[in-house]
């Protein structure tokens, strides 16, 4: 195939070409960005083990624009403080083990361990069951979730087809 | 019932034999190996932990339904202390950035504990993160010093 441009170029060619491809990346950018908290949040999401949680971890993760050519998804400093322990849950931690957590119980279920209710409830720190408050032990290091690294890898992907427009 | 090996534990496998193979060649008998997604914290340091994680199929070209299988794969490096750690993470990722080869598996009745392997093809790999773990907490010498690599492989 041959293309040949024939005649004067518009004297704003150049200028029309770059504010073409500048809004163009912009709005690419964006939709990578969207596409990156959704597909976080998401992987997230699908790793809970419990019902009902507050998803305050995935919410905790969202599209931010820098400026003109920079957007962000996942702000260290804001998730320090809204939802510290992001780095464990992705990377994993022995940290608790051996530890006691607060003093609770488990709802549904009763104040000690109860297989009946494996993973049907949450703790609830300071609620008590008839007067009764457990306090247990972690006997088991936290495991690696990886919502972070399955999102670099799915946006290898998404990138390729937002560019492509097929996504 | 014998279930075969499925594409997972072969790549896996296969990059537990490639790893070990270089520390051999390298002389760097002293690091260890394991093909695990969850922590012991029997294993001895420095270990190089290895395994995967999920699998990405991107369309191989628009409108076309046809994929390219291919593997997140998670590669923790323990060790026992952050220069040594530093060292690991240097040679582990020099070693494995050509790629290595992919063997498919399949059961051994004869010797369960070694599989018949087939050289099938070659893992490419492409590196996604290779960071610090650093979890601000009192932590014990298995997660001290941690880091970790995560690569997109294919084959």
Redesign the interface.
């Known amino acids: 195939m041959k293309i040949q441009v024939v005649g004067q170029l518009d004297k704003d060619f150049v200028r029309k070409q770059e504010e073409f491809i500048n809004n163009l990346s912009q709005q690419h950018l964006k939709t990578v960005a969207t596409t990156a908290e959704k597909v976080i949040q998401d992987n997230i999401d699908a790793g809970k083990k419990r019902p009902s949680g507050s998803s305050q971890l995935s919410k905790a993760f969202f599209a931010e624009k820098i400026d003109d050519k920079s957007w962000g998804v996942g702000k260290i400093a804001f998730l320090n403080q809204v939802a510290k322990y992001w780095q464990v849950i992705n990377f994993g931690s022995t940290h608790m083990v051996g530890r006691h957590l607060p003093k609770g119980v488990f709802n549904p279920g009763e104040p000690a361990p109860n297989s009946a209710f494996f993973r049907t409830g949450r703790f609830e720190k300071g609620a008590n069951y008839n007067g009764e408050q457990y306090s247990p032990i972690v006997t088991k290091p936290i495991p690696p979730s990886n919502y972070i690294e399955r999102t670099i890898a799915q946006m290898q992907v998404n990138i390729q087809n937002i560019i492509k427009g097929t996504r | 019932m014998t279930i075969p090996w499925g594409t997972i534990t072969n790549l896996e496998q296969s990059f537990q034999k490639f790893i070990k193979a270089q520390l051999i060649t390298d002389g760097l008998t002293e690091v260890d190996t394991v093909v695990a ?3 012991d ?1 029997t294993w001895t340091l420095p270990i190089i932990q290895i395994y995967v ?2 699998q ?4 191989l070209e ?2 076309s339904n046809l994929r390219m299988d ?1 593997y ?1 794969v ?1 590669m923790e490096v323990r060790g026992r202390d952050v220069m040594e750690l530093k060292n690991i993470v240097s040679w582990l990722r020099n070693a494995i950035e050509n790629g290595l080869d992919y063997y498919t598996y399949a059961n051994n009745p004869v010797n369960p504990d070694a599989p018949t392997e087939t050289l099938t093809g070659r893992i490419g790999v ?1 590196f ?2 290779n960071q610090r ?3 601000n ?4 010498l ?2 001290k010093y ?1 880091q ?1 690599i ?1 690569l ?1 492989c294919w084959f």
């Open positions: 997604e969850q922590l914290d994680d999920s990405t199929s991107p369309r628009i409108g291919s997140l998670i492409d996604l993160t773990v650093i979890i907490e009192n932590l014990s298995i997660d941690r970790r995560s997109n």
